[in-house]
C-alpha cells in the first residue's frame, strides 16, 4: 500500500507541475493583454520627451 502511495505521489507532482506553468502562461498573457489594451487606449502615454522648442518668432 505504501509503494502505491509513494506512485500516486509522484503523478500528482508532475500534474501539479504541468498546471503551475500553465498558470504561469496563463499570468504572463494576461499581463501582456492589460498593458496592450493600456497602450491603444491611450498611445501616447508611454512617450518620452526630453525638451521642449519655443518659437521665438512675433
Do not use: C, H
Amino acid at each position: 500500500m505504501g509503494k502505491e502511495i509513494v506512485l500516486w505521489n509522484k503523478q500528482i507532482d508532475q500534474k501539479l507541475a504541468g498546471l503551475k506553468i500553465d498558470i504561469k502562461r496563463d499570468m504572463n498573457g494576461v499581463s501582456k493583454t492589460k498593458t496592450t489594451v493600456q497602450r491603444y487606449t491611450n498611445p501616447y502615454e508611454s512617450m518620452q520627451t526630453d525638451g521642449m522648442f519655443y518659437d521665438k518668432r512675433n
